[in-house]
Structures are given as C-alpha cells and as structure tokens.
C-alpha cells in the first residue's frame, strides 16, 4: 500500500507562509522586536517545527504557556533562544526554569516570592518576566499587588527583571474603548517596575497601531493566518490546508434523510458522497449542514450531521466518474480558509486551529522544514 494513501485525512502546513507572516509582524513592529507564541503545540500546527523555522528567520523570543511545553522545546532551539513560560512555575518545579533555561512569567505574588526565595537559595539572581492585569482578570498581578512589591526593599530582590507584559482583553475590535484604557494603565503600572523592556500586543494588538508595540509583540494566531480584526482584509497568508479522502458514494431519492436525526432530507434525487473526517477530528459538529467542501472547483455542501469519523456531502453536480473512493476533498485551503470556516462553526479560527484532529497526516512543507544543525 503507497503510504500517502495510508493516511484518510491530510493536513499541509506551509512553514514558508509561517515566516512570511512572521516578517510582516516583524516589520510592522520594528524597531521593536517580534515574538513568536507557540503555545498549545503552535496553535496545533507542531511547536518544534515552527519554532525552529522561525528562529531560522530571525526570530529569538518565543513564548509557551506551560512548563511542559518549555521543557519539551528548550533541546529543539539554540541557546539564545529566549523561550517565555507564560504561565510561569507551579508550586515545587521553580527550579526546572532554572534547569531548562527558560523564563518564567511571574503572575501572582506568591509565584514572585517562591521565585525570589530560589534566588536566595541558589545565591543568584534569577531572569523572569513580570505580568500585571491590565483588565483581562485572568493571570498577572493586580494593581495593589503591583505597589505592594514595589513598596518593598526586597520586592524585586534576586530577580531581574527582563520584561514587563500584559494582555490585551478586546484587541481584535480596534473601536473598543477597553484597547485605550489597558493601555493607560500598562504605561502606570510599568512605571512601578525597574526599567526593562515591556510587551503588550498580542496578534490584534499589533494592528491597533504604534502605541501598542512596545519592545516586544507576542503574536501567534496571526502567525497562523487568523484574521487580526475577523472579516477585514489583513496581509497574512493562510498556512494550512486540510484534505480528506472520499469513501463511498450513494444515490438517494427525494426525501430521504441522511445522516444521525435525518437532519437534512433530499429535496430531489441527489447523489451523496462520505468523506473521512468527523468531530473527533476536531472537524467540528456545529458545522453540520453548514460548511462547504472543495472538490475540484466545485463547492459542495456539507448535508446532515457531522458524524464522528464521517461527513456527508451533496455531490449531485459532480460527473459520477470523477468520484472514485480515495480521491481528496478539500476542507480549508487559500479560497476557504480557517477564518471563514470558523464563521461557518460559529465559533473563531483559534478553536478550528487548536482542535485540529491527531488522527491527520501532518505534512510540514516549505524551505523552512528541518531541524536547526
Ligand atoms: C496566547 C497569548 C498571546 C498570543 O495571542 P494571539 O491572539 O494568538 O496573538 C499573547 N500573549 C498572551 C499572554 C497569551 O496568552
């Protein structure tokens, strides 16, 4: 058996068209400088390719959220490589940043103190990142904490500081006035720390203008073709391309359902086509009835259910001979991308991202494939 028809379902991810975004970001920053997150498996799309790829390009600081993830991509990269640990360390395991060569963020005040205290015990001064809430209530410390530390004599005590991060809560809406008001009182709260350099942008964040960048953007999705501001023209190019092979073909007669709940009925004879993907590939059930699929110029209507392993498709319009069993659909490529067909989910193109099936062929494409020497 050839092993490319081994796989059901194929996802191409084009590092070239990673890089390529990421110099867009880049030059939209400069001078400041341009961080790739690569988080949760880069957004689905395989941390270590990515980040080896982008450090290829230039880029040199890259963020993760959990330690995990710091630890598994620390051997992939060069050693001035600068990878973040969002989340920073959980109770007990301060000493693996240390060990792994990775910074942490610090969130909350009792993370600053464990730090602090490994400082004091290792008898060095020990590089992290500080994060403050600027609004999202979800991670950094809150302005009382902020001052609170900063009142005392050893609240930064054997830690350098080496940048100052927030978050942003609304950035893909450019007119909520929420972007301005962060960004007010990250300029406040900055001013508590000792001078380093800050980071506020996210994706969204670097299409808000000059004022968001800072020293330093943490982009991801927009490293992976989501749209900045959803539905508005942007320069990113689309990175993946997902495909799934045809298993058979059936004729139905007018009003015959198809699918679990018979959810769609034919209006008239229609020929149906089963492709090999489902909502356990993270193809997800909301777009049931909803999506269109690709097959050679013609866009095809997915019908009935998305059922776990299988989709049906209406294939009426499609000469009967071209549709042999093992041929490609094409679920997201350039024309229908991640962005629309998380309009079409109802949900937004970083869920279609991270939920992209474990059981696709990942094909990593482009002359920026391979490992660093
Ligand atoms: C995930 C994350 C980012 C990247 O956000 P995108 O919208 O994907 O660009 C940046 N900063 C923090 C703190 C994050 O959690």
Not at 156 to 182: C, F, K, T, Y
Not at 184 to 196: I, T
Request: glycine residues 8%.
């Amino acid at each position: 058996m050839a092993a490319s028809l081994r796989s059901a379902a194929v996802l191409t991810i084009d590092l070239d068209a990673i890089v390529a975004n990421w110099l867009e970001l880049a030059r939209r920053v400069a001078p400041g400088a341009c961080a790739a997150v690569v988080k949760a498996d880069a957004y689905g799309l395989g941390a270590a390719q990515v980040a080896a790829a982008l450090y290829r390009a230039g880029c040199r600081f890259f963020f993760v959220a959990l330690m995990e993830e710091g630890i598994a991509l620390r051997p992939v990269l060069p050693a001035d490589a600068v990878i973040h640990v969002l989340h920073g360390p959980l109770p007990g395991t301060e000493l693996d940043c240390v060990e792994h060569g990775l910074i942490p963020v610090l969130n909350a005040p009792d993370q600053v103190q464990r730090y602090r205290a490994l400082a004091q015990r290792l008898d060095r001064v020990l590089p992290a990142a500080l994060q403050f809430d600027t609004g999202m209530a979800r991670m950094g410390l809150q302005e009382r904490e902020l001052e609170q530390l900063a009142a005392q004599r050893d609240g930064w005590q054997g830690i350098d500081v080496r940048l100052a991060m927030s978050h942003l809560v609304s950035a893909e809406e450019p007119d909520n006035p929420l972007n301005a008001l962060q960004l007010q009182r990250f300029e406040r709260l900055r001013a508590l720390l000792p001078a380093c350099p800050a980071s506020l942008a996210n994706s969204s964040g670097i299409f808000l203008g000059g004022a968001y960048h800072f020293n330093l953007a943490r982009p991801g999705a927009a490293l992976y073709g989501v749209a900045p501001v959803p539905g508005r023209a942007h320069p990113l190019r689309s990175v993946i391309r997902l495909q799934a092979r045809l298993l058979q073909v059936r004729d139905v007669g007018e009003g015959e359902g198809v699918g679990y709940n018979h959810t769609w009925q034919a209006a008239r004879p229609s020929r149906i086509a089963t492709v090999s993907v489902g909502y356990a590939d993270g193809y997800l059930r909301s777009l049931s009835n909803r999506a269109t699929l690709r097959f050679r110029g013609h866009d095809l209507p997915l019908v009935g259910r998305v059922s776990m392993d299988t989709v049906t498709v209406d294939v009426s319009r499609v000469p009967a001979n071209a549709l042999q069993p093992g041929t490609f659909f094409d679920l997201i490529d350039e024309v229908q991308d991640i962005n629309a067909l998380a309009a079409q989910a109802g949900t937004n193109a970083y869920e279609i991202l991270t939920q992209l099936g474990h059981r696709y062929e990942r094909r990593h494409l482009g002359s920026s494939a391979g490992n660093l020497a």
